[in-house]
């Protein structure tokens, strides 16, 4: 034992030293005291049983220096995640640092915007001039078209007479068969009414069905409650019914009993009234008998109350094991048994005494039966103590079972919400699959979609970075399930250990009724069952305190748990964050294909007018020699306004080109810290947008000015020709 406990000792100091937190100090300087007091008990142990469980002490104490470990790595994780808070908000400073900076390039194009619309109000004063002139060719080209026009409508309207006239017969012959069709609308009534009717009856035996199952379930359930009931009422009858009779065989042996030594008195009073030689052959024939008769009696009596005891000890068992399995409604009952069981060994155990008494005088007997009581009523005052106190450990049992049961609750919510996560990921990687197939198609339409890939870029890092967020709060939940595992684990243990302890009180028990048969050693094992029942307390206190350690430990990992559900929390922010950003970039491509679409529609109205002037080329050839003085003013003002378009593309490129660089900055701050800047991100949308739509203006009239110079430089071509 000396051995076992200072390797024990050796053992608890070296994972003592093994901390690194102050938590894990104080955990193993606890671990230390609760060792020391059990090394203690241990030397002070004299009973065999006590050095059985000195193993189990051991894992205990092992048990008590791991859960310290953990809770020093738990700090460790804490410090770490402090840390990475600091590093985030100096992050945050230089995004938002940044941003100022972006704001300012933003108001110094602003105004480079401004200086841009004025230029565009010049230009459009000069292509008002220019549509004017057009207006006025165009009306003399739609004289001479009307012109045209008049002769073909002749013959259109000749057409348009014979088709009238092929539309009233179509109608004739519809109205007809309309005729036809309306006949059966009876008919249709008919149908739709019984259509209906089959519904409503088919909806009704469904219900019916419903109704049916729910009632024969009802029934079951009914019969299999009045069965169970019914059992159990059986078997307490069953159990009473033994009980009584063995009440009955003992009162029965208990009388046998005091008739004997009234027997024997009387006879021995007769027999000394007879002479002497009489009296001597009638001690020995009447000693004879009456050995004859005790010995039977004796014989009788420990066969019937040993046969009794161990079905009474058979039931008392199965009936625990009953309580145990079923509720803890029967607590009371299992109760009841037990204080039966008690009375009747204290019964059996008193009436020992009267028979082996009444051989003796009356006097004797009644100062040693009281002596005797006066024991089994302390016996059976320990006994009802310990039972309160099983009754007190049994609840404490209870209570740590609901906090399992709650851990358990909160560890299935958190499943739910990383479920929940991953769902949204999923949705997430899907989203940008698409994105990036539409980008494959729209590069080959515009360059602009260029800036939009490396949104798509940014947004895949941050959706990385994310996914790292989310592994390293899935380990933290590893290891959280992990401690919860221990726990239980632990817990198990103590309940075997109480169930043990349960079994040392049978035990304890039986020695008691050991104890009253034999008188002589009964005061020694009294005074080693109260050494035993005082280890026993001291055994449960500690147990009690191992317990409280345990409830705080569960208390810590609630609290990590806690920290998870936050860091949880935030990459769910992170996440609806992601997908607004990604909602704008799909406004924004959906902008750009609508551009895209006006662009077209202008490039199809252009082709079309070519086209038109193509065919109006030869009308205008003969009116080229009025307007060739015209053109001549037109040339130098054409070339006027060739110098302010370059002087407006280059302009338009250099916006472009600080757009592009503030679009990357801006991305690159969402990137960092997109939290901060969602109000400013939207009034930066805004911008951009009529920024967007001003340049595309702007590039419409310059294209409507390029393809009037491309129209005029033709015409000059023409007219060298």
């Known amino acids: 034992m000396d051995r076992r406990s200072w390797l024990w000792k050796r053992r608890s100091s070296e994972k003592s030293h093994s901390g690194e937190a102050e938590s894990s100090g104080s955990g193993s300087s606890q671990s230390e005291r609760f060792s020391g007091d059990q090394a203690l008990l241990y030397h002070n142990a004299q009973s065999p049983e006590i050095t059985s469980k000195a193993g189990e002490e051991e894992e205990v104490t092992d048990s008590m220096a791991a859960l310290a470990e953990k809770l020093s790595e738990a700090l460790l994780n804490i410090q770490e995640k402090e840390d990475l808070v600091k590093q985030h908000a100096k992050v945050a400073e230089d995004a938002v640092s940044g941003w100022e900076k972006a704001e300012n390039e933003v108001a110094a194009l602003r105004k480079q915007i401004e200086i841009l619309t004025q230029k565009n109000s010049v230009l459009d004063e000069a292509l008002k001039e220019c549509l004017r002139q057009l207006r006025q060719a165009r009306e003399e080209q739609q004289r001479k078209i009307l012109d045209a026009v008049s002769q073909k409508s002749m013959e259109w309207e000749s057409t348009k007479h014979k088709l009238e006239s092929q539309v009233a017969e179509l109608q004739s012959q519809h109205l007809h068969n309309t005729s036809e069709a309306s006949a059966d609308p009876d008919i249709r009534s008919k149908l739709e009414a019984s259509e209906k009717e089959n519904s409503i009856l088919i909806l009704q035996i469904n219900s019916l069905r419903e109704e049916l199952k729910f009632i024969t379930h009802e029934r079951d359930l009914s019969s299999q409650a009045a069965e169970t009931a019914s059992k159990q009422r059986l078997d307490g009858i069953k159990k009473v019914a033994k009980l009584e009779a063995e009440c009955r065989r003992l009162k029965a042996a208990a009388h046998r009993a005091t008739q004997a030594t009234d027997n024997r008195s009387r006879s021995s009073t007769y027999v000394e009234s007879l002479t002497d030689s009489q009296s001597d052959s009638g001690e020995r024939l009447s000693a004879t008998e009456n050995d004859s008769k005790m010995d039977s009696g004796i014989d009788c009596m420990p066969s019937n109350l040993e046969s009794w005891a161990f079905a009474s000890k058979a039931e008392s068992d199965k009936y625990k094991k009953e309580k145990a399995s079923v509720s803890n409604n029967f607590m009371s009952s299992s109760l009841e048994v037990n204080l039966m069981d008690d009375f009747l060994e204290m019964e059996r155990q008193a009436a020992l005494p009267q028979m082996q008494s009444g051989i003796r005088t009356d006097s004797m007997s009644e100062g040693r039966k009281i002596s005797f009581n006066a024991e089994l009523e302390a016996m059976i005052s320990r006994t009802t103590d310990l039972e309160e106190k099983l009754e007190m450990v049994e609840v404490e049992k209870m209570k740590l079972e609901m906090s399992l049961n709650e851990c358990e609750n909160q560890l299935k919510t958190s499943k739910i919400h990383l479920e929940q996560t991953e769902s949204k990921l ?98 020694l094992e009294i005074e080693a069952s109260k050494r035993k029942l005082n280890k026993s307390m001291d055994r449960l206190e500690d147990m009690q305190r191992y317990l409280a350690e345990v409830q705080n430990q569960l208390a810590t990992s609630n609290e990590a748990k806690g920290m998870v559900e936050l860091e949880l929390e935030a990459t769910n922010i992170k996440l609806q964050q992601a997908s607004e950003d990604l909602d704008g970039l799909e406004a924004y491509i959906e902008h750009q294909r609508n551009q895209l679409q006006s662009v077209r529609e202008e490039k199809n109205k252009a082709e079309v007018e070519i086209e038109t002037a193509t065919k109006s080329k030869d009308i205008a050839e003969s009116q080229l020699e009025a307007t060739k003085l015209e053109m001549q003013t037109l040339l130098s003002k054409i070339i006027v306004l060739e110098d302010e378009v370059q002087r407006h593309r280059a302009l338009a490129d250099e916006a472009v080109d600080k757009c592009m660089n503030l679009g990357s900055e801006i991305s690159r701050f969402k990137h960092l810290k997109p939290e901060n800047f969602g109000e400013l991100k939207i009034k930066q949308d805004k911008e951009l947008a009529m920024a967007a739509k001003k340049f595309t203006d702007c590039q419409k009239t310059i294209a409507s000015l390029s393809q009037q110079l491309k129209s005029l430089a033709t015409i000059e071509e023409f007219l060298l020709d």
């Open 426 to 523: 999923e949705a997430l990687n899907t989203k940008l699959v698409l994105e990036t197939e539409a980008r494959k198609s729209v590069e080959a339409a515009n360059a602009r979609l260029e800036t939009s890939k490396e949104h798509i870029d940014e947004m895949e890092v941050h959706m990385a970075e994310l996914q790292t967020l989310l592994a390293i709060t899935s380990e933290g939940k590893h290891n959280a399930e992990v401690e919860l595992e221990n726990t239980r684990i632990k817990l198990r243990k103590s309940m075997e250990y109480l169930e043990k302890m349960e079994v040392e009180l049978v035990e304890l028990q039986s020695q008691l009724a050991i104890t009253n048969e034999a008188k002589l050693m009964a005061e």
